[in-house]
Structure formats: structure tokens, C-alpha cells
């Protein structure tokens, strides 16, 4: 029970103030629709939290408690492994070990500019400020700390190098993606690459398909089987369905046969214990792109590989997204249409991150002007 009475304001909201040991009073107001015995339980925390000099905490022992109170419970273990390695990768070696009170903006200015100075994208450097925003906003808003998040109002903006030569193209070709299922050919995940390919599925979502996905019109996206197990989507966009096209019908008709009653769940493409696993299925891929690879044979019977002739491709699971986006767009798909297809919640998701302008883009971009003779 509180130390302190819960007093009531006009608003129907419930308040509560309590002071630590250096004097400092902490302020909560409830949150709407909480009820007064949930707001009980974040004052007991309150109280427990003014029982030591919450000046004196690092930031290390506040992502600790964020992470354990907060992520845990609420968020998926993906973002939990992503947040808790980019703190260690990128934050404790510099300010962990420093007071809450005495981080600056200057300092997270700082560890931003370095990320950027190594060639760290745009999504690792947000993923390191919400690795230091998100424990203060949280010891903030819910723990009533007295403070003022260093990343609050912090203008930081991400400027990419003009020059990109050397950088490689995650679209995959279209020779390289026919090396890709020859070498697939006959395996268990043969009929996987060939519905990403055709789908622009992220590598999770066709991993946790289910027979049950399968309808005469669309293919169903419910669920996604990442490396931590069977999760929930992305975001709210990811639910969708997937228009059927031939192509696309073939590759799951086919799996379905060779899969069906293997499981009670009816996954399309479960592991040896029965069950869906992204181990299991990278470490397929890893074989599979070491098959392309083409060499000279010689030796007394003729199969002893002697140098190689074609190195093998180099690929990942989410290039046949990318290759995806980039051949409908080249096609001429509406962005919207290519947005809801993808599963974006955003549309400069699919136009920045998906999308990469190829030779055959900018060929028709010719011919447009020449037809609209500018």
C-alpha cells in the first residue's frame, strides 16, 4: 500500500506525490482508463524508487530495470535481442557506467555521430537512441522520475553518402536466382524460395505459413516464426492477404502435398522436430548458395574439383524481398498497391528501403519523356 494518501482530482484522475531522500518530490498522475488499484501498484514502485537517491543510478542499472520491467513483459524477443545488443555494441562501453543525471544531449549527439562516422545505417542509429530514450521516457512516464530525457528535443539527421560505388545491390539477378533453385532443386525448402520470390515475403512470415493460409484467391499472412519462435506480425499493415497468381498457387499446391498431415498445425514448411525453425532453414540456405558455385573437375574419375569456374552466389533470405519489389516496380505497380503487398505500414518504407532504381527504370523513364516530347 502506498506510504502516501492517492488524492483525486476534478479530471477523475488519480495523483500521487512522494519525496526521495535528496529532497526531490516525484509526481504520478494515472493513466486513462487505469484503474485505482493498478495506479496503486506503480506508486508502491514509486515509494521503493524515493527510498534511494535515484541521482545516483546509472545508466546501466536503468536499461537493466527497463528491459526486465518493461521490453520483457510488453515487446517481442526480437526487440528485446535488438535493443540489448546495440546497447552493449553501442552505448555501455561510453556512457554506461555514467549518473542518469549527468548524460547531455551533446553526449548522445555524440555516440550518434560515431555510429555514422563507421557506416552504421539509418535503422541502427535510430535503434541506438531508442536504446537510451526509451529507459528514460519509461523511468518518466511511469516511474515519475524528476528528469529530462538527453534525447529530447535532439535533432540528429542521418545524411547518406552520395557515393555508393562498391556497394552491393541486394537485388538478386535473374540468372542468379535460377542457380539459386537449381541448387534448391528436390530439397525441403525448395518450394520457400520459390514463394518468396513470388510473394516479397519477409523470410518469418513464409516460414510460419500454415496450410489453413491457403485460399482459392489469396494466400493469408497470420503469423511470423522467427529465430526466438512463433511471433506476431510487424505491424498492423503486415496482416494481409497476398493476391494468387499461378506461379504462386503452383509453389504452395506443391508443398502442400508433400506436407500435408506431417503436423497437427499444418505447417508448410516445418523442421525435423515438426516445427518451423530459422535455424534450421539458414543453415539450409548457407548449403544451398555453397551449391552454386560452379567448378572445374578433373582427377582419375573426374569429380575431383581442380579450381572454381563461377563463384557461388551471395545472397540473403531478405534479397528476395528486395529483388521482389524492385521487379514490380520496374513493372509498373502502382506504389500503393506495392505498399499493401509488402506489408508496409509506411509507404517511404517501400520507396527508400525496397525499391532500387535498375537500368530498365531508367530506360522507361527515357521513352516517357520522349513520348511526352518535353
Known amino acids: 500500500m ?30 486513462r482508463n487505469e484503474t485505482k488499484t493498478a495506479f496503486s501498484k506503480r506508486c508502491d514502485q514509486l515509494d521503493t524508487l524515493s527510498e534511494r537517491q535515484v541521482t545516483q543510478e546509472t545508466l546501466n542499472a536503468l536499461f537493466e530495470r527497463w528491459i526486465h520491467d518493461y521490453v520483457e513483459p510488453r515487446r517481442s524477443k526480437a526487440y528485446l535481442s535488438s535493443m540489448q545488443h546495440h546497447y552493449n555494441a553501442h552505448v555501455k562501453p561510453h556512457i554506461g557506467n555514467r549518473k542518469i543525471t549527468d548524460i547531455t544531449r551533446a553526449d548522445i549527439y555524440g555516440l550518434l555521430a560515431k ?9 541502427t542509429i535510430q535503434k541506438i537512441r531508442t536504446c537510451i530514450s526509451g529507459p528514460y521516457n519509461w523511468a518518466i512516464d511511469s516511474l515519475g522520475y524528476n528528469l529530462i530525457a538527453p534525447t529530447q528535443g535532439l535533432v540528429y539527421k542521418h545524411v547518406e553518402k552520395p557515393d555508393t560505388q562498391g556497394q552491393k545491390s541486394r537485388v538478386i539477378t535473374p540468372d542468379d536466382l535460377q542457380r539459386i533453385f537449381q541448387a534448391a532443386a528436390g530439397s ?3 518450394q520457400y524460395f520459390r514463394i518468396i520470390a ?52 503452383k509453389a504452395l499446391l506443391k508443398q502442400r502435398e508433400l506436407i500435408a498431415f ?56 531478405y534479397d528476395f524481398r528486395h529483388t521482389f519489389a524492385t521487379r514490380c516496380a520496374e513493372k509498373g505497380m502502382l506504389p500503393t498497391a506495392l505498399k499493401s503487398i509488402l506489408g508496409h505500414k509506411d509507404i517511404t518504407t517501400t520507396l527508400s528501403y525496397y525499391v532500387e532504381l535498375t537500368d530498365d527504370m531508367i530506360e522507361q523513364a527515357v521513352k516517357l519523356l520522349e513520348v511526352m516530347n518535353i
Not at 555510429?115 to 535503422?123: C, F, G, I, T, V
Not at 499472412?221 to 506461379?247: C, D, F, W
Not at 522436430?273 to 539458414?282: D, E, H, Q, R, T
Request: net charge positive; proline share 5%.
Open 188 to 190: 525441403k525448402y525448395e
Open 198 to 249: 513470388a510473394t516479397g515475403l519477409r523470410p518469418s512470415e513464409a516460414l510460419g505459413l500454415q496450410i489453413q493460409d491457403i485460399h482459392p484467391d489469396h494466400l493469408a499472412i497470420r503469423r511470423a516464426v522467427t529465430i526466438h519462435g512463433l511471433g506476431s506480425l510487424k505491424n498492423a499493415s503486415s496482416y494481409r492477404e497476398i493476391p494468387m497468381h499461378q506461379e504462386l498457387q
Open 262 to 317: 506431417t503436423t497437427n498445425e499444418g505447417w508448410l514448411f516445418p523442421a525435423s522436430a515438426g516445427y518451423p525453425s530459422m535455424n534450421a532453414l539458414k543453415a539450409a540456405f548457407k548449403r544451398i548458395l555453397a551449391q552454386t558455385e560452379e567448378w572445374e573437375t578433373g582427377g582419375r574419375n573426374g569429380l575431383k574439383k581442380l579450381h572454381s569456374l563461377i563463384p557461388p552466389v551471395e545472397a540473403s533470405l
Open 2 to 31: 502506498p506510504k502516501n494518501r492517492i488524492s483525486k482530482g476534478s479530471d477523475g484522475r488519480w495523483s500521487y506525490c512522494v519525496t526521495d531522500s535528496t529532497g526531490q518530490k516525484h509526481h504520478l498522475r494515472s493513466r
Open 115 to 123: 555510429a555514422q562516422r563507421e557506416n552504421y545505417s539509418h535503422s
